[in-house]
């Protein structure tokens, strides 16, 4: 993951973190606010990189220094976590952290809170810790985490600087990644697929998720007409293609996103996954009741939950193109 990455699904938010960093701007606290599922928490630790990795480039931690590699296995002095106790953050608890910060001997002058669920601080702890932030005592930088920017305190508002995360419309999505030179087929799908972090992590994720695109459409046309080719196909191309768990969750939104462009198609709506793929939707939907349809979609429903729970891929694999294919 890197500022890029994130800047995908929250181009706002993240070019306003990448700005105060290289211009070595930070508040004393910052609260990322955003429904539940936006990137606050990713955002936050890859800020605390940024904010304590020693070759920094503009905006962009190293990922390789010791300060680096340490907050990313979640055991840096100076990155200290808070999360609710039961009900609330508690200002025992804040203060604790401040005791073990001052005991700890601090490797540099720079540390940094991240405090989950913040707005559940009671009015003693969020005075704690603002008052320890004020003082002058070196660079001290909180991130304050929240769903719920109005149950937080106005004093702790209005002395940070609030960062709104908002979940983005795919759309909007497709336009930002044809913006960074994806082609239309590939940027309309990608902006469905949640694994942002799976597909950044290829070399190139364009052309992966091309290839991935043309074997999912061949794979559902032989669940369509030539089903004695299917599994032949899944073992031979498919499980090569989408070859760990994560790679798999995303062919199976692929899956997903195909019988949903079927209902849709059916339905008369014209906002597509698979929008190069028009015709052969209509077609295939001529053949289809809603309820079939439905019942595909709950199939790759059931088969993304059951790789979750560590079932051999290929086995789920197989059982999901069968059941695909009794419903077609
Ligand atoms: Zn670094």
Known sequence: MNWNSLQATQ????QLLKGSLVKEKLPHAFIFEGEEGTPKEEAAFHLAKAFLCINRQEAEPC??????????SGNHPDVMVIRPEGLSIKKAQVEQLQKEFT??????EQKIYIVYQADTMTASAANSLLKFLEEPDGETLAVLLTDN???LLDTVISRSQVIHFSALQE?????YFMSQGEGETVAALRAYLASEETLSNKEEPAAWIVQGRTLVIQLTEEVWKRPQQMLLTLQDKWLNHFIDRDD???????????YRDLLYTKLGHTKLAYPD????????ALYRKEQTIAWQMEAVLEAKRQLAANVNPQLLMERLLLRLQEGS
């Open 11 to 14: 181009p706002v938010p993240i």
């Open 63 to 72: 990922q390789e220094c010791p300060e680096c590699r340490r907050i990313e």
């Open 103 to 108: 005991y700890k001997g601090m490797e540099s």
């Open 149 to 151: 920017l109005h149950f």
């Open 171 to 175: 759309e909007e999505k497709a336009e």
């Open 248 to 258: 798999i969750q995303v062919g199976l939104d692929m899956f997903l996103y195909w």
């Open 277 to 284: 793929q028009v015709e052969r939707l209509q077609k295939e």
